[in-house]
């Protein structure tokens, strides 16, 4: 990647809005051209960047430099190699004169369908370029449906072409940007993207993680520090949901009040057949057939004999 991607990448990401870069809140996007990684202001989102997505850097520096990252501006080997760690495209921080409009305080009301007191959100999937086979996707979405009815949000699969509040696609998109969500208004009417890119599904566990992710965007969840909203992927393989550790955990129980969806409702979860009916008790047969001899034995095992049966005289 080189020096204007990079300053581009930490415009779009958010990182001139940041806290740890007051001066950045001055510069415009048509003076990015002049800037270079020298420049204190571009230093400052570099750090910035550095220090957010911490936990990817750790495991780059530890590797390049055998020690934890140090959030110092400078870009380096491992910090260059983070640039380029597939990442969401939506930013990490949110310009603060737009914040208002990205909501945040709220997400999709209870009631807005047929049962009052449930916050139910109706999706459809666009899978014209969904790279993997259907049952590999039913593993990965009944994975992220049963996360959300966990923490209280009842995500109701809806035919594509109907109206829905999200609408999820697989779409490429620019450069090592895996997904990219747009924010609810909080009204029971908004409707909302939610990308994935095709190139990426290493495996089922990442590919629910990104799609969480992406459902956590369109559910009002910004950017955290580690957890399924960290803007790269740290499950390692391996999705858990929405656990006690995740910082996103307790907005997403405000949001949505924190009771989980009855699993009643749960309408992908396959329920087991139920055990047919015991059914008439099958007749026992009467009587004794008895084909060829009869070998008799003693108690002890010993064999008696052969015997024949014949019927009993007539008297
Ligand atoms: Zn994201």
Known sequence: MNEREIIRLLWETGHFWSPLNPEGL??????????????????????SYQDFLAETL??????????????????GPATLALFSVPRCGCPDYQDPRKAEE???????????????????????VDKRRMPRSESEWLIVRNMVLEAYAKVGVLLVEVELGSSANIDTEWRVLRGSTIGLAEFNNGSCRDNVFCYVDPGFWPNNDDMADLWCHELGHNMNLPHT??????????????????????????????????????????????????????????PSPSGIWIDGSLSVKDKDGKSLGEFIVVPKPKV
């Open 225 to 282: 520090r580690g957890g399924i909203m960290n803007p790269t992927l740290i499950g390692g393989g391996r999705f858990n949901g929405w656990t006690e550790r995740d910082p996103s955990t307790p907005r997403l129980r405000r949001f949505f009040g924190g009771e989980p969806i009855p699993r009643n409702l749960w309408w992908w979860d396959e329920k087991p057949e139920p055990p047919s009916p015991p059914g008439p008790p099958a």
């Open 26 to 47: 001055s510069v415009s996007e048509d003076e990015l051209d002049k800037l270079t990684l020298t420049d204190e202001v571009v230093k400052k989102a570099v750090a």
């Open 58 to 75: 750790d495991g780059l520096a530890m590797r390049e430099h055998g020690r934890v990252s140090i959030p110092d501006g400078e870009v």
């Open 102 to 124: 990205a909501g945040g305080s709220g997400s999709w009301p209870q009631g807005c369908y047929d049962r009052p007191d449930i916050h139910e959100v109706q999706y459809t």
